[in-house]
């Protein structure tokens, strides 16, 4: 038994210390009790210069509030273990992002003994976000970031797309609110199929604005594995005027068919009418029939000519 545990432990020793990870213990009122090599590479501090420090001298202030909560609520037994991306201090008093992974090492009798801290360097992605963030920022299109079907992200183009004037009107609230209830069934279709990988071009959708006015749109939207699950990032465009023209013009042929479809019965009505007037007209010069019959007759057949000509002009 003794055997084994100390197996287990060189082996545990030996993935402490050559692991690519960050890992440090640090007790529950955070002072680092033991660090491996590359948490001291990713921090530029050495072994004993980190355990001379607490956790709250390494974080950023204003990161250490959520961070101090978490393992709070570690310490509390509320959740037993968490991920964080929060900032570090470099030795050289400069900011490294990081994706912190915390869980809570108990005793047999359930007594909190220390926490493991594994860091990983996140510096370079954070970048990329921040540059992908300040162009969507500044994109002409509406663009929105959606995550467990909630929005996280509207651009300024979104917000006076959907008539709002601050962010925080929209953060957090479901998409399927601001779709119009007869599209939504098919639109579930199609975040269901995002979330699971697929990207969907150039759909037409009825969306909605905060003054209640629903507006056609044209989207496009594509995951982006947020380490859990898939998000869903979109682009929209407004084609309200493009489907107005559409409409005016299908409109517009309606009225040229039913304009053509006028003249045909129009023609095929005049050319017998044509026929009847001119035996009624030879009719009455060879006196056949009583006058004043020919002269009704005449005189109705003139107005249907008249109907017919302003039917047609």
């Not at 529950?28 to 709250?56: D, M, Q, Y």
């Not at 991920?83 to 047999?108: A, C, D, F, M, P």
């Not at 962010?167 to 007869?182: A, L, N, W, Y």
């Not at 982006?224 to 898939?230: D, I, L």
Request: no cysteine.
């Amino acid at each position: 038994m003794q055997e084994n545990e100390l197996k287990h432990g060189s082996i545990f020793t030996h993935a402490f210390n050559f692991s690519m990870i960050g890992t440090a213990g640090v007790d529950p009122i955070g002072r680092i009790l033991k660090v491996n090599p590359s948490l001291s590479h990713i921090l530029g501090f050495t072994e004993n210069e980190l355990i001379s420090l607490t956790l709250r001298d390494i974080t950023f202030s204003e990161d250490f509030v959520k961070l101090d909560d978490y393992i709070s609520q570690l310490l509390l037994g509320k959740i037993s273990s968490h991920q964080i991306e929060t900032r570090l201090l470099h030795k050289h008093n400069y900011g490294i992002w990081t994706l912190l992974s915390i869980s809570l090492v108990q005793s047999n009798e359930g007594n909190p003994l220390y926490l493991i801290i594994q860091v990983q360097n996140i510096t370079e992605r954070k970048k990329v976000e921040e540059r992908y963030f300040n162009f969507i920022e500044r994109s002409s299109e509406a663009m929105i970031i959606i995550s467990n079907r909630k929005i996280q992200y509207i651009n300024e183009t979104g917000l006076k797309f959907l008539n709002i004037s601050e962010k925080e009107e929209i953060i957090g609230k479901s998409v399927i609110d601001f779709i119009h209830p007869d599209k939504r069934n098919i639109s579930v279709n199609y975040i269901n199929r995002v979330e699971a990988g697929e990207t969907i071009y150039r759909i037409e959708e009825i969306f909605g604005r905060v003054d209640g006015k629903f507006i056609n749109v044209e989207f496009t939207a594509f995951p982006v594995y947020n380490g859990e699950k898939n998000d869903m990032h979109v682009i929209m465009k407004d084609i309200s005027e493009k489907k107005k023209t559409e409409q005016f013009l299908l409109n517009s042929e309606k009225l040229n068919v039913a304009g053509q479809l006028a003249a045909g019965i129009a023609h095929e009505v005049r050319n017998p009418l044509t026929a009847i007037k001119g035996f009624l007209q030879i009719m009455d010069r060879e006196s056949i029939g009583s006058k004043m019959y020919f002269d009704v007759l005449l005189s109705e057949v003139n107005r249907i000519e008249l109907v017919l000509t302003d039917f047609i002009y």
